[in-house]
């Protein structure tokens, strides 16, 4: 672990957690942006930054995917940001469950803010991107839903063949209306007031109808808000053939998940998409990450999109009430790609090293 503490009034204390793979070279690529951010506020504010080893390798190291005191450490930092996690040599489910599910779930960050930006320079494989302009946010439930890890494997003592999983959903009201009204706050500052809600109430018929109740029920308090019901399958397909006619979506956690991705490469890769685990209550402290994972094909060569991670960082700055900047790194985000440099992901041949550079640059302008 290494810190650096500064004891400036200005200075907002951050855990850095790269984790795996390209993690760590984001989290990097975000650390040199936000501190050159920082360097240019004239004394303003400034980030003292604490970076955890945490992750796959960590885990091969001590059994353990993060220390067992990990959370008591990362409670009183002001936000923590976050890589990717997982790694081919351990399974999946150890590495999400044993890092960043633990954090959002003992952080009860259950706000999850996709947005999906369509940045200029970036050819989006959505032909409407060419004239329409698009500009929507997912909306994730984070703390309950398919992710709620209820459930369990049994008769496997039956021999091979026999074995039986249960992996159970669990909808409460109270989940489904903070995250529908989260969802409605959030559409009600935007240009468009509309809140699209998926589901598959069709054919998940506790949970999911639980939700939609839900949502008819707490629009009512929203009547200036546009609203949708729309099953997730066929939100897919809307994704694609009207994205013109989204603004906020809201949806479990599996759905969302699932939905963001979709989006993130519908606006060109996987590598664009940020995000924030949000606790509104700030009870606990909040999780800035990209959408990506840890890209094991792509890892340690300098391949690494770091706009998923710089546009977190811009998310982390409107959470610390600092609009104005996260409004200049966006900007230095545009001027980036807009200019052309961008990494093979996106179809340039710029290294994360050299699309940093011009990030910084950029936020002069
Ligand atoms: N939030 C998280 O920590 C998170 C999210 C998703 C997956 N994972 C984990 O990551 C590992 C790999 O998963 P996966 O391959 O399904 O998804 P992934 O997001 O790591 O990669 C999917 C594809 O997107 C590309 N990609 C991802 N990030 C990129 C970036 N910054 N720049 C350029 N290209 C990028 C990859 O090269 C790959 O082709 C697994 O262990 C998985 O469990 C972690």
Redesign the pocket.
Known sequence: MTSQPTGSPHTFRIAAIP?D???KE?VVAGRAVLDALAQRSEGRFAFSWTEFPWGCGHYERTGRMMDDDGLETLKDFDALY?G?????TVP?HI??WGL?LKICQNFDQWANVRPVHFHPGVVSPLRKADTTELDWVVVRENSEGEYAGFGGRNLSGRGPGNEVALQTALFTEAGCERIIRFAFELASTRARRKVSSVTKSNAQQYGMVLWDETFERVAQDYPDVETESVLVDAMSAKFVLHPEDLSVVVASNLNADILSDLGSALAG???LAASANLNPERRFPSMF??????????AGRG????I?AVGSAALMLEHFGLPDEAARLQKSIEATTGAGIL???VGGDASTDRVVEALIDNLAL
């Open positions: 984790a793979g390209v993690g984001v976050f990717a996690v997982g790694w081919p999946d590495s999400l960043r890769s996987l590598g990450e990209p959408v990506h994972g840890s890209a094991p094909d792509i391949l690494a999109n770091p998923g990494t093979r992901d």
